[in-house]
């Protein structure tokens, strides 16, 4: 599957990048329950580091896996170096052939930026321009640039984003709030509308697109090419088909509570799969998010917790079916803002 980002169906539809949540179960079972018209979301896998690639470090490299099923994918790098980014691309176009790769440019996290990665970057415009030129000749796929508005000043993003298409990008994601503000005050979509006004290239828009409704106002409100979606989508894989509905008019289906049970099985056998059995451990996160805002659900929350084994989180979840939930557990979750998962990220 080509993935060209001038030719592909508006609007665009993407789950954004999310360290330790976007690996290849998730992109999985995102892909695998949502499709959107013919082709369903394309996803955003978490950040690799364009070194640890490089050093062929095992563990990077299993992050780099894919499965056939969740193409479209794009891979995203980061580091600063623009000979090791373009190295790290090129290995992984070689062993896996994603359809685009992205490199994170906006990343406010301490641990990205003091080694000049991430947002750092926005800030060295002709590294940038390096990084850009070197990856796109050495890949044969597009290569997209996710930034912030800027490191403190909201309006940096206009002359870097200009450095970006002149360098060659094929597109730019924009999380419309700086470096500084973290995940402070709200994604500017305003801004983004400005910006996408300046640009010959697609522009998706990021931040603060947490549920079906938002994601038609945020495409009304900056005209981007299209929204890319993070925390919205945790507990929440259904979002891109809620989105599908809202575009076409529709009000978004309601996830019932065996659709709801039906998915996180299907995402833990694909997180097992990945993973092997400790991966239990590792899925508890996402049962979290599963349940977030389905009311009467907290002491199975607690036993989902303490389950050892899939065979465990399985009879949970079963017995959860049959006693049923209070409000046949729908969620109440699409008003919910899905705060706690960025404080995780902030504070790594
Ligand atoms: C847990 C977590 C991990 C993240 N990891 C990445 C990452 O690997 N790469 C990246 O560019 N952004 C990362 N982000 C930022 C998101 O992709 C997104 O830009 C930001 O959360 C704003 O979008 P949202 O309001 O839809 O969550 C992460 C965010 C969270 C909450």
Request: hydrophobic residues 40%.
């Amino acid at each position: 599957m080509k993935l060209d980002w001038r030719a592909w169906p508006r609007p665009i539809i993407a789950l954004s990048p999310m360290a330790d949540m976007t690996d290849s179960a998730f992109c999985r079972s995102v892909r695998t329950i949502d499709p959107i018209g013919p082709v369903g979301p394309i996803v955003f896998r978490e950040m690799v580091s364009a070194e640890a690639v490089v050093r062929k470090n095992n563990k990077t490299l299993a992050m780099t896996d894919l499965h056939p099923d969740e193409r479209p994918i794009v891979q995203q790098l980061f580091g600063s170096d623009p000979d090791t980014l373009s190295e790290a691309a090129r290995i992984l176009e070689a062993e896996h052939r994603p359809e685009g790769f992205d490199v994170n440019m906006g990343c406010p996290v301490y641990k990205i930026v003091h080694n000049f990665n991430g947002a750092a970057l926005m800030r060295e415009p002709a590294l940038a321009t390096k990084i850009i030129q070197k990856i796109k000749a050495a890949t044969t796929v597009p290569l997209s640039i996710k930034i912030r508005a800027g490191w403190d000043d909201p309006r940096e993003c206009f002359a870097f984003a200009r450095v970006i298409e002149e360098a060659g990008a094929d597109l730019i994601t924009i999380h419309g709030r700086t470096k500084t503000q973290g995940y402070s005050g709200q994604s500017d979509w305003d801004l983004i509308g400005e910006l996408k006004s300046t640009l010959s290239i697609p522009l998706l828009a990021n931040g603060d697109v947490h549920t079906a409704p938002l994601a038609v106002q945020a495409l009304r409100q900056t005209a981007a090419d299209g929204v890319l979606i993070a925390r919205g989508a945790l507990g929440n894989p259904w979002i891109f088909s809620q989105i599908a509905d809202a575009l076409a008019g529709q009000t978004p289906a309601q996830v019932t509570l065996e659709e709801r049970v039906r998915v996180i099985k299907q995402h833990l056998t694909f997180h097992l799969e990945q993973y092997g059995a400790q991966g239990v451990t590792t899925f508890r996160k996402h049962l979290s998010w599963y349940f977030r805002g389905v009311s009467g659900a907290r002491p199975f929350k607690e036993r989902l917790h303490m389950a050892g084994s899939a065979q465990a989180v399985h009879e949970l979840l079963d017995e959860m079916l049959s006693d049923g939930l209070p409000h046949d557990g729908l969620c109440s979750r699409d008003a919910v803002h899905p705060a706690a998962a960025e404080r995780v990220f902030m504070s790594k």
